[in-house]
């Protein structure tokens, strides 16, 4: 691939697929036979498996459904080919570390192996949970203040002085640049100005991505977003993203949130898919470093076990076969002041660390409302180092989780969610301090986590 | 068990295999058979979709078998719907839909289960697809005549265009003419009231309860 313009070139130039035969043709029938020929299974008993030959042939049937199938331009309707020494360049291609923002806050992020001693990044944050603007600042600084925090992102402004921000109107270049104005000067005021973020999650279409292109709002050192559409498809206002970042240099996370019992069907296809969507998104998105997020299709958070095996098998696959970074989304169920919010971020942690992930998040509340705190990033964090530093096998890290599983699963049972309470119901709004009852659960849970045999938590 | 049963049976496998090849054919061999054309659609089609639905209710099939299912009872309701037409008014609690996701959202999975699960309960859906100017949703409704009209957006800043819809469909005085559905990840039950929208839902099967509700109520109203 000489240039990106080639990827345009292809997309106009293409063979012609309606939308419909994309989906069911080509990706769902293409992923069941793969599953089938390659004879993937799950087992939800085992969400972390120990079976690297499984881990191996999800890798290999990811690969030969992008080699099959390439991608879809949902604007053109055409496909995006590729020849496999064009996906093979891309895996190449993959940064092996990565600069995150400036100064004494530079954070070098890598590519991490499967039960890694090395800890993982921590980048806290709700990314793209609708956010008020009255709690916007007081909710990012409470997890840019926590020390065991590397790194940060924020959810998408929801409306800015008192107006509802819609998609591709003006309103969204205002939002998203309100966003990193509150972002750099929550750094700032914490002490940390130099600490790279995850930025512009206001900008859902390119026109706010291109206005936040500027070194007061994202810089160079920053992170934007270069999503796919579901699944394998692009269209030029996310090409128009990744074009965005071609001069100007920020890093480009690709965002493939592969839907779990979707097009791919049942755990393995999801898996097979999402694998293929990486090893896309290495050209269509111009990754620096992927952000796995796979979607529950029924729950939507990341920690049913279907969604905790997808992760699991995603991270080894790639770590064993086109090691690349890795940045794993927690989005639970519960939000703040629940323990169930913090089981899930301890189960999700856990399968994200010893995997070879980092860590985000986390997006609590099925990120649909701004129910998230500092606190749970903390505890995301802790436990992610506890797993390093205790050396927790993927074994232990399975038997971890299941009883956490016991802990929090009844949670997608309940007919309103389990959404507990607002930022400013959770935390004491001038300290910026959790309420004594929010920290007491978390006190609480911490211990029983660790009875549960992470003792280095 | 008579033929008749077993070729009503073999429908209504061919329904929860997702087989459209089938589908059509056998529906055609029981018509040619005289077999009621009500008895086809009652116990063959949407007895198969009923099993369609709870399966991928408990999570035993997913999006692919649901679209499979709904192509294969579209084919199948090529074949029978004409003579539904002409023999009998409507009998059934199904309806003419125009699904989108709106202006500015290009999330579609949502929208696609919902649309799938409609189709796949007889429902005759006209799927306009994703960042849909509501002016083309409401001109597409006009054309077919719709019953329903079903929004969807994901994004809490596409959704202000749903409620643009509702408003639009006032100012046009045509209102009371549809139903409207909202959905997406974060609409509320509050969110749709205050919008004015008729129903909405937390997932694809509740989605098909309120639409047939909907529907009956739109009946009700036209009997009385």
């Known amino acids: 691939m000489r240039n990106y313009q080639e990827i345009l070139d292809r997309a106009a130039d293409g063979p012609y697929c309606t939308e419909e035969e994309w989906d069911l043709e080509r990706v769902a029938m293409t992923t069941r036979r793969l599953v089938d020929e390659h004879q993937l299974a799950w087992d939800p008993e085992q969400v972390v498996p120990n079976d690297p030959a499984l881990a191996d042939a999800v890798f290999e049937a990811g690969f030969k459904l992008v080699q099959e199938l390439g991608g879809y331009s949902r604007t053109t309707e055409r496909i995006i080919e590729f020849e496999p020494g064009e996906l093979e360049a891309g895996i190449r291609r993959m940064p092996q570390q990565l600069e995150m923002g400036e100064g004494k806050d530079l954070k070098t992020v890598v590519a991490r192996d499967i039960m890694d001693e090395r800890p993982p990044i921590v980048w806290a944050g709700n990314p793209g949970v609708p956010t008020p603007e009255r709690l916007f600042l007081p909710m990012v600084m409470s997890w840019m203040q926590e020390p065991i925090v590397d790194l940060v992102t924020c959810g998408s402004l929801s409306e800015v002085d ?35 973020m995850l930025g512009a999650q206001s900008a859902v279409s ?59 069907g049942d755990a393995p296809g999801s ?24 979607i529950d299709m029924r729950h939507v958070a990341t920690t049913t076990r279907r969604v905790l095996w997808v992760e699991s098998i995603v991270e080894q696959a790639f770590a064993r076969n086109a090691p690349c970074i890795i940045v794993s989304d927690i989005y639970p169920k519960s939000g703040a002041l629940t323990p169930e919010l913090l089981y899930e971020t301890a189960a999700n942690a856990i399968a994200i660390t010893v995997n ?40 232990e890290a399975n038997d971890l989780i299941l009883a956490l599983l016991e802990r929090y699963e009844h949670v997608f049972d309940l007919p309103d969610g389990n959404r507990g309470v607002p930022f400013d119901e959770a935390y004491d709004m001038e300290r910026l301090t959790p309420k004594p009852a929010w920290e007491q659960m978390y006190e609480e849970v911490k211990t029983e986590v660790r009875e549960m045999g992470l003792a280095e938590l | 068990m008579s033929g008749e049963e077993a070729l009503i049976g073999k429908i209504r496998e061919a329904i929860v295999g997702g087989i459209s090849e089938d589908s059509e054919q056998l529906t055609r061999e029981a018509v040619d058979a005289g077999i009621d054309a009500l008895v086809i659609l009652n116990d063959g ?23 499979l299912t709904g192509r294969a009872l579209k084919a199948a309701m090529g074949v029978v719907s004409p003579i539904l037409e002409k023999t009998a008014e409507r009998t059934t609690d199904t309806g003419v839909v125009v699904a989108a996701t709106v202006k500015t959202d290009i999330h579609d999975i949502g929208k696609n289960m919902v649309a799938s699960m409609l189709t796949a309960s007889g429902f005759e859906v006209t799927d306009l697809g994703v ?19 079903a929004c969807s957006a994901l994004l809490t800043t596409s959704m202000p265009f749903m409620r643009d819809l509702i408003n ?8 009371e003419r549809f139903k409207v559905m909202v959905g997406g990840a974060s609409v509320t039950p509050e969110f749709a009231e205050r919008i004015g929208a008729d129903a909405t839902a937390p997932n694809a099967m509740d989605a098909v309860k309120a639409a047939r509700a909907l529907i009956r109520s739109g009946q009700s109203g036209e009997d009385s």
């Open chain 2, 168 to 175: 639009l469909l006032d100012a046009m005085g045509e209102r």
């Open chain 2, 45 to 67: 089609l949407m007895s198969g979709a009923d099993e369609v639905g709870a399966k991928f209710e408990s999570g035993e099939y997913f999006l692919p078998e649901l679209m």
């Open chain 1, 271 to 294: 898996a097979v898919v999402n694998v293929a969507s990486f090893i896309l998104a290495n050209l269509t998105c111009l990754a620096d470093y992927h952000i796995c997020h796979p």
């Open chain 2, 131 to 149: 960042d849909v100017p509501i002016k083309d949703i409401i001109a597409k409704a006009q054309e077919l005549d719709a019953d329903l009209i």
């Open chain 1, 162 to 196: 008192g107006r509802e921000v819609r998609t591709g109107d003006p309103s969204e270049i205002i939002a998203t640049r309100r966003e990193l104005q509150y972002m750099r000067q929550g750094l700032k005021r914490v002490g940390r100005p130099g600490m790279g």
């Open chain 1, 206 to 264: 390119e026109i706010g991505d291109l206005a936040a292109a500027h070194p007061d709002y994202l810089r160079e050192c920053d992170a934007h977003l270069v999503p796919m559409l579901n699944e394998l498809k692009m269209d030029h206002r996310n090409i128009s993203k990744a074009v965005n970042s071609i001069e100007y240099g920020m890093r480009n996370a690709s965002l493939a949130c592969v839907i779990v019992g979707g097009l791919g």
């Open chain 1, 356 to 395: 070879g992930g980092h860590l985000e998040g986390c997006g609590s509340a099925d990120g649909v409302v701004p129910n998230g705190s500092g606190l749970e990033a903390r505890f995301m964090g802790e436990v992610g180092h506890a797993v390093t530093r205790q050396g927790t096998s993927l074994e």
